[in-house]
T-cell receptor
Framework: GENVEQHPSTLSVQEGDSAVIKCTYSDSASNYFPWYKQELGKGPQLIIDIRSNVGEKKDQRIAVTLNKTAKHFSLHITETQPEDSAVYFC???????????FGKGTTLSVSS | DAGITQSPRHKVTETGTPVTLRCHQT?????MYWYRQDPGHGLRLIHYSYGVKDTDKGEVSDGYSVSRSKTEDFLLTLESATSSQTSVYFC?????????????FGPGTRLLVL
């Protein structure tokens, strides 16, 4: 079955710096890759997603890139702010079905 | 979390007792999911439903059962709770007809099994 690896597990940056989180997946049939942000005590919230027919997607300070050949995708956050501090999860949807397979998460800390 | 509620939000129970968690949605989404979240494991799928009375197992389904008698409610039951089922449980919903592939998560239920 699908397996998603996420790195790093923790990431500390200074306010204003960029942050990059990387994920790899194993199932070449996976076709949908969302990113979720989870704040303490809350459920995960979708921040951006990308489909397999697209190589890059941006939404203000957030961007996601996908390399299907290498089977990896990355989240890029520019001009980080303290409110970006949270746990971020990547996920992949295998070709069959609707269920998502999640990475283990990255704890991002942005210090001012 | 809009449109998705989970109850209870916190529960402490003893080993061997049955526990039922409820997920309620007001979005009329077809698909509903139960995940558990544990440190070092991320989110793992327990069971999911693709319609009323239609359910299927996820990767960590042992010890859990589910039921969906109405579109809006998805119940997760631990028939005989064990300490290994101490976790935070999240419900999620999606509908290809409405939100596409996006899964929306509820606020979670924190379960402690003593």
């Amino acid at each position: 079955g699908e397996n998603v690896e996420q790195h790093p597990s923790t990431l500390s940056v200074q306010e204003g710096d960029s942050a990059v989180i990387k994920c790899t997946y194993s199932d070449s049939a996976s076709n949908y890759f969302p990113w979720y942000k989870q704040e303490l005590g809350k459920g995960p919230q979708l921040i951006i997603d990308i489909r397999s027919n697209v190589g890059e997607k941006k939404d203000q300070r957030i961007a996601v890139t996908l390399n299907k050949t290498a089977k990896h995708f990355s989240l890029h956050i520019t001009e980080t702010q303290p409110e970006d501090s949270a746990v971020y999860f990547c996920a992949a949807r295998p070709g069959a079905g609707t269920a998502l397979i999640f990475g283990k998460g990255t704890t991002l800390s942005v210090s001012s | 979390d809009a449109g998705i509620t989970q109850s209870p939000r916190h529960k402490v129970t003893e080993t061997g007792t049955p526990v039922t968690l409820r997920c309620h949605q007001t979005e009329n989404h077809r698909y509903m999911y139960w995940y558990r979240q544990d440190p070092g494991h991320g989110l793992r799928l327990i069971h999911y439903s693709y319609g009323v009375k239609d359910t299927d197992k996820g990767e960590v389904s042992d010890g859990y059962s589910v039921s969906r008698s109405k579109t809006e409610d998805f119940l997760l039951t631990l028939e005989s709770a064990t300490s290994s089922q101490t976790s935070v449980y999240f419900c999620a919903i999606s509908d290809p007809r409405q939100g596409g592939e996006t899964q929306y998560f509820g606020p979670g239920t924190r379960l402690l099994v003593l």
